[in-house]
């Protein structure tokens, strides 16, 4: 009773916000519960209430998962506010006298502060211990420069690609592009018939860069993780030969004019209304982007800069889970071992729902392994992309997923937009790019 005293004295003082809601149907105001006095395993876990998909998908958890853990106490709190105010309420609870075993974080920099702060436990000897990573897709295993492993993944995986329209490729009489010189060609085809060949959100900059950078991983698919540790720099032979190939398709008149001040929205709806042929984005508007074409759409994997020779190309993709993010263990939780094996669980239940319930193919479990099955068709689009990037050497770690500080990432895009408008050349965009890697 006294530790829920304490707690309702720290939120009020600091926040004047009611910080925890109850995972009832009602949401009502509630506090986490205090551990029991026999010392009964009791386990308190938090995600967010603002995350309407997980709202949906734990709303019977506790009382689905006691069979999996009949010795302990179970209690699932949720925490109200968009990513900046959850994050508040999230490090006021873990300064507090009674802070939570597991909890969610969407948000890498907001792991990498906690751990800083000695708040949360790594994780990787743990999860390797329970064979954790022979359940997931090879994407689910992200070691950024810590070489350290915080967070056990949760959410689904997205790739960068390139959508294509195949009405216009079929009723042009153009072929779907497998390297780059034939993409060059497709390109050609469509501007003398003024259809936008790629439609891309430039104005950021962020979506030019994660192009450069999928281009390159068809070079090398290990291109960002080296480029994170070191190994290579942006001015070295890969990416100066994939900023060579964009700037080749920029003056070839490829992308939409204005490309430095069209958003990824306004690209979005220049594809749906047919006026071109390719957009670049993520996977995660395959669905969306199915629908507006009424099913006249697919993912052009990266076509490859280098000769395939008549071999057929890898399916090579760039993105995946992001660092960091996903469910942490305090470092105050006094049952570390049941903690991590509940939060694989909160896990594997999170992913079952969104492949059972609602039919997302894009979860980081591999199916071959779970036994899942679908009330709803999953897109073809999605299940293809998810048989591919299963297989190894399909996949680049893609530098945006909380590898960088948010310095580095905004003078990333800064110097790619000044790219894409011809501001900059291939050499002196690398140079540019060398220096950004080089922030503190």
């Given at each position: 009773?006294?530790?829920?005293?304490?707690?309702?004295?720290?939120?009020?003082?600091?926040?004047?916000?009611?910080?925890?809601?109850?995972?009832?149907?009602?949401?009502?105001?509630?506090?986490?519960?205090?551990?029991?006095?026999?010392?009964?395993?009791?386990?308190?876990?938090?995600?967010?209430?603002?995350?309407?998909?997980?709202?949906?998908?734990?709303?019977?958890?506790?009382?689905?998962?006691?069979?999996?853990?009949?010795?302990?106490?179970?209690?699932?709190?949720?925490?109200?506010?968009?990513?900046?105010?959850?994050?508040?309420?999230?490090?006021?609870?873990?300064?507090?006298?009674?802070?939570?075993?597991?909890?969610?974080?969407?948000?890498?920099?907001?792991?990498?502060?906690?751990?800083?702060?000695?708040?949360?436990?790594?994780?990787?000897?743990?999860?390797?211990?329970?064979?954790?990573?022979?359940?997931?897709?090879?994407?689910?295993?992200?070691?950024?420069?810590?070489?350290?492993?915080?967070?056990?993944?949760?959410?689904?995986?997205?790739?960068?690609?390139?959508?294509?329209?195949?009405?216009?490729?079929?009723?042009?009489?153009?072929?779907?592009?497998?390297?780059?010189?034939?993409?060059?060609?497709?390109?050609?085809?469509?501007?003398?018939?003024?259809?936008?060949?790629?439609?891309?959100?430039?104005?950021?900059?962020?979506?030019?860069y994660n192009m450069i950078e999928g281009f390159a991983c068809t070079l090398d698919n290990k291109i960002s993780s080296k480029l994170i540790s070191n190994d290579v720099a942006f001015s070295g032979k890969t990416?100066?030969?994939?900023?060579?190939?964009?700037?080749?398709?920029?003056?070839?008149?490829?992308?939409?004019?204005?490309?430095?001040?069209?958003?990824?929205?306004?690209?979005?709806?220049?594809?749906?209304?047919?006026?071109?042929?390719?957009?670049?984005?993520?996977?995660?508007?395959?669905?969306?982007?199915?629908?507006?074409?009424?099913?006249?759409?697919?993912?052009?994997?990266?076509?490859?800069?280098?000769?395939?020779?008549?071999?057929?190309?890898?399916?090579?993709?760039?993105?995946?889970?992001?660092?960091?993010?996903?469910?942490?263990?305090?470092?105050?939780?006094?049952?570390?071992?049941?903690?991590?094996?509940?939060?694989?669980?909160?896990?594997?239940?999170?992913?079952?729902?969104?492949?059972?319930?609602?039919?997302?193919?894009?979860?980081?479990?591999?199916?071959?392994?779970?036994?899942?099955?679908?009330?709803?068709?999953?897109?073809?689009?999605?299940?293809?992309?998810?048989?591919?990037?299963?297989?190894?050497?399909?996949?680049?770690?893609?530098?945006?997923?909380?590898?960088?500080?948010?310095?580095?990432?905004?003078?990333?895009?800064?110097?790619?937009?000044?790219?894409?408008?011809?501001?900059?050349?291939?050499?002196?965009?690398?140079?540019?790019?060398?220096?950004?890697?080089?922030?503190?």
């Amino acid at each position: 009773m006294l530790n829920k005293i304490k707690r309702i004295y720290i939120v009020s003082s600091i926040m004047a916000l009611p910080i925890l809601i109850s995972c009832s149907i009602e949401h009502k105001e509630a506090m986490p519960a205090v551990k029991n006095h026999n010392e009964k395993v009791a386990l308190e876990c938090v995600v967010p209430l603002d995350d309407e998909k997980k709202n949906e998908a734990f709303k019977n958890f506790e009382t689905d998962i006691k069979p999996l853990f009949p010795d302990c106490d179970i209690h699932l709190t949720y925490v109200k506010g968009n990513a900046n105010a959850y994050n508040t309420k999230i490090k006021v609870m873990m300064y507090s006298d009674t802070p939570p075993d597991i909890f969610y974080s969407g948000d890498g920099n907001f792991t990498e502060e906690l751990y800083s702060s000695k708040k949360i436990q790594l994780l990787g000897k743990k999860l390797n211990d329970i064979n954790y990573w022979n359940m997931v897709i090879p994407t689910a295993k992200v070691i950024g420069d810590t070489e350290h492993i915080y967070a056990i993944p949760i959410d689904e995986v997205n790739y960068n690609v390139m959508l294509i329209n195949t009405k216009i490729f079929s009723e042009n009489n153009v072929k779907i592009p497998e390297s780059f010189e034939e993409l060059k060609t497709a390109s050609k085809q469509f501007k003398k018939r003024s259809i936008i060949p790629i439609v891309i959100g430039g104005k950021d900059g962020r979506s030019v860069y994660n192009m450069i950078e999928g281009f390159a991983c068809t070079l090398d698919n290990k291109i960002s993780s080296k480029l994170i540790s070191n190994d290579v720099a942006f001015s070295g032979k890969t990416f100066s030969r994939a900023a060579t190939s964009i700037k080749q398709l920029i003056e070839l008149g490829a992308f939409q004019e204005k490309t430095e001040a069209i958003t990824d929205e306004e690209a979005e709806n220049l594809f749906y209304s047919s006026k071109a042929a390719i957009y670049y984005t993520s996977s995660e508007k395959l669905n969306m982007a199915s629908n507006q074409l009424n099913g006249k759409v697919a993912v052009l994997y990266y076509p490859h800069l280098s000769q395939t020779n008549g071999s057929i190309p890898k399916c090579i993709v760039s993105g995946g889970t992001k660092k960091d993010c996903g469910l942490l263990i305090s470092s105050a939780t006094k049952y570390p071992t049941e903690a991590v094996k509940l939060a694989v669980e909160m896990s594997k239940y999170y992913n079952k729902y969104l492949y059972e319930k609602l039919g997302n193919n894009a979860i980081i479990y591999n199916l071959d392994n779970m036994g899942w099955t679908p009330s709803l068709d999953s897109d073809l689009g999605i299940s293809k992309l998810m048989m591919n990037v299963k297989q190894k050497g399909n996949i680049n770690t893609g530098l945006f997923g909380y590898h960088l500080s948010p310095d580095k990432e905004k003078s990333i895009e800064e110097a790619s937009t000044a790219f894409i408008t011809g501001l900059l050349s291939v050499s002196d965009y690398l140079e540019e790019m060398d220096i950004n890697m080089n922030l503190k």
